[in-house]
């Protein structure tokens, strides 16, 4: 896995991790029974969480440009979807989902537009999983 130029890596329970640009800030919530956090950059939001249940994908398939695909993830089947959300100030939402093991890892990253996206795919290219 190679990490983009200035980015850095995050660690989840030393099973997942993924690179997120300089600027993300996390803001350390208190998770109750998964990993999860918010993590916010210039013009972007990106959510995760690693636990035993992942989010039902399927429940956006009403969202404006709705698409799914399947997406390898370090060697592993996963999925992607995206769309417009109706809700500002997000622009664009793409969401990763694989199961690694008996966990689901989910990464949300809503965007104000197109443009600043353009990073995730190099953000979902950099998720590195092992098995816990």
Request: charged share 25%.
């Amino acid at each position: 896995m190679a990490i983009p130029a200035g980015w850095r890596l995050l660690t989840l329970d030393n099973t997942v991790s993924f690179a997120v640009p300089a600027d993300a800030q996390s803001q350390n919530l208190k998770p109750i029974d998964s990993i999860f956090d918010i993590v916010r950059g210039q013009g972007f939001e990106l959510i995760y969480d690693y636990g035993r249940s992942g989010e039902d994908l399927d429940v956006f398939q009403d969202q404006p440009q709705y698409t799914k695909r399947s997406r390898k993830v370090d060697g592993r089947s996963g999925h992607e979807i995206s769309f417009r959300p109706l809700q500002k100030p997000w622009g664009v939402v793409r969401i990763l989902q694989v199961q690694n093991d008996a966990r689901t890892l989910t990464i949300r990253i809503s965007c104000i537009d197109e443009n600043i996206c353009r990073f995730v795919d190099e953000l979902f290219d950099s998720v590195a999983l092992a098995s816990g």
